[in-house]
């Protein structure tokens, strides 16, 4: 249970390290687009600077529960995959692409569930 626990924590931990990489460029490409304009192409360029913050907010809290998981603070991170596995519901009723946000949610529910477990000293 340990090493599977470990093992998923570093594929979450890779997967969002990538996407918080992917969504910088995203925010420098967008604020490096919209420099110099004015009026409403400034509008724009700001609300989708915005959107990629409010994106990057989960992933940097994902990241977090990886690095409390790694740790062995396994309470912290049960608390945060479970706000998280909240956000992943909200998410999947909201989404058009319910295969993606079932895909999430069942990687959610696992890993909450794993670390609960490893919380409870069950190995």
Known sequence: MKTAFKVLTIFILVVNSIAGIAGLLGLSAAAKLTEGKTGADAAMGGVGVMAILFALI?????????ICGLRG????CFKISFVLMILNIVSFVL???????VFSLVLSVAYCLMARKMDKGVY
Not at 58 to 66: D, E, K, L
């Open 58 to 66: 989960p992933i940097a809290v994902t990241i977090y529960m990886t």
């Open 73 to 76: 603070k396994y309470d912290m």
């Open 95 to 101: 989404s058009d692409n319910k295969g993606t946000a």
